[in-house]
């Protein structure tokens, strides 16, 4: 009854490199939400996606930024060509599809802390 | 657009002692509204939830009632306890549009000492 896996837990890049964190959503959950928490700041969405889908992407730099959910496999969120800006803590949320989504709380993973070089 | 407004902290409270941490909205649509919370090196834990104004969400012994006249979500708990310390998070989904995700307020430390 595995929860919202994400990993790694802590990622450390120098500036100009590449950052990949995945996301396992809780088994069944066909949303995935990616959050970003600035230091003592409260989490700001950056995207939302089904499988193989991108529904709203609002959230996310123009740039450097992107994200996927393959039909096989996690989450993927991509950081081109890191500068210290990025440095943050990344939580993934999920939640299961469905006409009442309102009444179907998003789960959160523990997180992916970035810290940049 | 959306946004949540929380009070701010840190807010340090003695072990028994009553809680109250505000928080207010502002949706075009009817929202949902929630509270997380997140111990240290943690992720965000749902706490409580409330679909439609007058609900009262409660879990833990911590209650808030989702007040649409004045909308408010403010979280209360009767006695608090050094485990309740932890950052606490209001949050709502609005889901009149096709919008999904939550916006957060900023989120309230509370430090509960024995």
């Known amino acids: 009854n595995a929860g919202v896996m994400q990993n790694p837990r802590h990622l450390v890049r120098r500036r100009g490199q590449e950052a990949r964190l995945r996301c396992s959503p809780m088994?069944?959950?066909?949303?995935v939400y990616w959050y970003r928490q600035l230091p003592e700041e409260g989490l700001k969405f950056m995207v939302y996606?089904?499988?193989?889908?991108?529904?709203?992407e609002s959230g996310m730099p123009k740039e450097r930024f992107s994200a996927e959910f393959p039909k096989e496999g996690p989450s993927i969120l991509r950081i081109q060509q890191v500068v210290r800006g990025d440095s943050a803590a990344y939580f993934c949320?999920?939640?299961?599809?469905?006409?009442?989504?309102?009444?179907?709380?998003?789960?959160f993973g523990d997180g992916t802390r970035l810290s940049i070089l | 657009g959306d946004s949540v407004t929380q009070m701010e902290g840190p807010v340090t409270l003695s072990e028994e002692a009553f809680l109250t941490i505000n928080c207010t909205y502002t949706?075009?649509?009817?929202?949902?509204l929630f509270w997380y919370v997140q111990y240290p090196g943690e992720g965000l834990q749902l706490l409580l939830k409330a679909t439609k104004a007058d609900d009262k969400g409660s879990n833990k012994g911590f209650e808030a009632t989702y007040r649409k006249e004045t909308t408010s979500f403010h979280l209360e708990k009767g006695s608090v306890q050094v485990s309740d310390s932890a950052v606490y998070f209001c949050?709502?989904?609005?889901?009149?549009?096709?919008?999904?995700?939550?916006?957060f307020g900023s989120g309230t430390q509370l430090t509960v000492l024995p």
């Open positions: 088994k069944g959950h066909s949303h």
């Open positions: 996606l089904q499988k193989e889908n991108i529904i709203d």
């Open positions: 949320a999920s939640s299961p599809g469905g006409q009442a989504v309102s009444n179907q709380p998003q789960h």
């Open positions: 949050a709502l989904s609005d889901l009149s549009g096709s919008a999904r995700q939550l916006t």
């Open positions: 949706a075009t649509g009817y929202p949902s």
